[in-house]
């Protein structure tokens, strides 16, 4: 029986997703204990699985991914084993910019493919693997840009900031957790997967319309409202509405135009944070 259980898609997605996830452990905590901590996942895939099905299965993701979160901050703060907070940021920094460099690309090929429906880019890029990596690491890279901003000007901002931070850093790769395990059983929960994003920027707009008032960054403080305001908006008039798919067959370049310049300025707010950072290593070590 349970054979037959771990053959199930969302369980086997989900063993897979988590042994991905491990590698951001650093490398002598998976050489130890990335081992048992797969079988011990394993095993409460099936027993949740076995007493609620896909509900448990998103019950003890949540459960998961905010422990997981944890657990991978406390590994890579520790003394003298780990890395340090200004490394922290700065990676957190270029992981804001891979993030906003993979939204730019899933978004331009969509609508090169809307435009051109004769090149036929999207079936040819679905099974690429940077169309994947960019997909599926979207999320996960914004979430540690997000903890990266709260980390280095979550206290310059306010407790409120910080907040909106961790919230978005938390509730939006768990949304897209819910897509990713979901629609191996429903293939209308995918759409999940791209709320996930939203709310995470949502959650950084709020920080950015704080961040106007309090000015936390060296420069740029309009930056984390210019990199988070679009693409929520345009989910939630979708939502709203029900017929956002119109708008951008008529008057794509309404859209488009302005989720470029969301993602530019999340990578143009990652470069910020990650020199912000390498300044500040620079002036401890004088």
């Known amino acids: 029986?349970?054979?037959?259980?771990?053959?199930?898609?969302?369980?086997?997605?989900?063993?897979?997703?988590?042994?991905f996830l491990l590698v951001l452990y650093p490398a002598d905590f998976r050489q130890e204990y990335s081992g048992q901590m797969l079988q011990l996942f394993r095993d409460c895939c099936l027993r949740a699985y076995r007493q609620n099905g896909l509900l448990g299965m998103v019950r003890l993701w949540a459960v998961t991914f905010i422990d997981l979160v944890s657990s991978l901050i406390k590994e890579h703060m520790q003394k003298e084993t780990n890395m340090s907070k200004s490394?922290?940021?700065?990676?957190?920094?270029?992981?804001?910019?891979?993030?906003?460099?993979?939204?730019?690309?899933?978004?331009?090929?969509?609508?090169l493919d809307e435009a051109n429906p004769l090149l036929h880019i999207m079936s040819a890029y679905y099974v690429t693997p940077l169309y994947i990596s960019a997909f599926y690491a979207g999320p996960l890279l914004l979430s540690a840009g997000l903890l990266g901003l709260r980390t280095r000007y979550g206290e310059t901002a306010s407790p409120a900031g910080s907040g909106m931070l961790l919230f978005g850093a938390l509730a939006g790769?768990?949304?897209?957790?819910?897509?990713?395990?979901?629609?191996?059983?429903?293939?209308?929960?995918?759409?999940?997967?791209?709320?996930?994003?939203?709310v995470s920027m949502l959650f950084l707009a709020v920080f950015g319309i704080i961040a106007l008032d309090s000015k936390p960054l060296p420069r740029?403080?309009?930056?984390?409202?210019?990199?988070?305001?679009?693409?929520?908006v345009i989910m939630g008039v979708g939502l709203i509405?029900?017929?956002?798919?119109g708008v951008i067959d008529r008057h794509p370049l309404v859209l488009y135009a302005p989720l470029a310049i969301q993602f530019l300025s999340m990578v143009a707010l990652g470069i910020i944070l990650q020199g912000d950072a390498s300044e500040q290593e620079s002036l401890a070590a004088a």
């Open 1 to 19: 029986m349970a054979a037959h259980l771990e053959d199930l898609p969302s369980i086997a997605r989900s063993v897979k997703f988590y042994r």
């Open 87 to 111: 490394t922290f940021i700065r990676i957190s920094g270029w992981a804001l910019v891979l993030a906003g460099v993979a939204f730019f690309l899933i978004f331009l090929v969509y609508y």
């Open 173 to 198: 790769p768990a949304l897209s957790l819910v897509g990713i395990i979901g629609s191996a059983s429903n293939d209308s929960l995918w759409i999940y997967h791209i709320y996930g994003p939203s």
């Open 220 to 232: 740029g403080n309009a930056l984390p409202l210019l990199a988070g305001i679009v693409l929520p």
């Open 241 to 245: 509405l029900g017929a956002i798919d």
